[in-house]
């Protein structure tokens, strides 16, 4: 979300040199538009990826081919996160989005976002309601606010040139996603737990993803919630993350029944403690 999280010489989610080379250069690549892919073997489905801060439609890749080789049309979109505060990047992204998949004849929309892109999509819903809405997955959302982002703010030297997104994603009496509602619809959140702690200021001092804590993701009234050992860098890339998030958008569940691919055992809601997330779960 804010920044990159290091790994203290650990290899994340065992990906090899080549691959990280791979995701580096996608990641830096300037892309503005929507990407509008597949065939939509699944009748009338569509969905639509949003990235987080800092990215572009490219960190979404691994995701977008892999829901297309699972039969799902895919509206792959991109938005400049730097730019604008979280209201006017709603607008775009998800109104993109949207008619991106409308313009190809498609009724029925998932969501699949990752950081800051959860948070646009809640604004958006907030305000307006998306007939044919589905199923989301949240992956790494800061539901209950960032504390980085009030560290960063906390800097005098950074505060005035942060993306005005930063300065309302904190967790204080200006934070806009603790002023949001509850979702009214099916929602999945996958959180990383890769790091234990850090001793870099202003990063989170418990468990993580490396960026997001692990208390700052659940939301009240979400389906479903599972904790994997990702990284917040590189958890749109993990065969596990990629598998759960289909299995959730066919099935309204993650699937607890087997290790995920890639992962380094069965994420669970038990695995640690994570405050009043269990209440927060809607049954």
Not at 58 to 85: C, D, F, I, R, V
Not at 246 to 269: A, Y
Request: glycine share 10%; charged share 15%; proline share 6%.
């Amino acid at each position: 979300m804010l920044a990159v999280a290091l790994t203290g010489g650990r290899r994340p989610e065992l990906m090899n040199k080549w691959v990280l080379i791979l995701v580096a250069v996608l990641l830096t690549q300037p892309v503005q538009s929507a990407e509008v892919k597949g065939q939509g073997q699944r009748q009338g489905q569509c969905v639509i990826l949003l990235h987080g801060l800092w990215r572009t439609s490219l960190s979404m890749k691994a995701l977008q081919w892999y829901l297309e080789s699972a039969g799902y049309a895919t509206a792959n979109q991109s938005y400049p996160s730097l730019a604008y505060t979280i209201e006017d990047l709603a607008e775009m992204a998800v109104a993109d989005g949207l008619h991106d998949c409308k313009s190809r004849g498609y009724q029925g929309f998932h969501f699949v976002t990752h950081s800051l892109g959860g948070i646009l999509l809640r604004q958006y819903l907030d305000h307006k309601p998306i007939p044919g809405l589905q199923r989301v997955v949240m992956l790494g959302p800061p539901n209950r606010g960032s504390q980085l982002a009030d560290y960063i703010q906390s800097l005098d030297f950074l505060a005035p040139v942060a993306p005005a997104a930063v300065a309302q994603l904190g967790t204080g009496a200006g934070s806009l996603p603790l002023r949001l509602g509850a979702p009214d619809f099916e929602l999945g959140v996958i959180a990383g737990t890769l790091r234990q702690s850090t001793l870099l200021p202003g990063f989170p001092d418990e468990v993580s993803d490396g960026t997001v804590a692990l208390s700052e993701t659940p939301v009240d009234g979400m389906k479903d919630f599972l904790d994997l050992p990702v990284s917040h860098t590189f958890m749109m890339w993990n065969p596990g993350v990629l598998a759960q998030v289909v299995f959730f958008l066919e099935h309204g569940e993650f699937d607890r029944s087997r290790e995920s691919p890639g992962s380094q055992g069965p994420g669970t809601r038990q695995s640690h403690s994570i405050g009043n997330v269990t209440s927060a779960v809607g049954r």
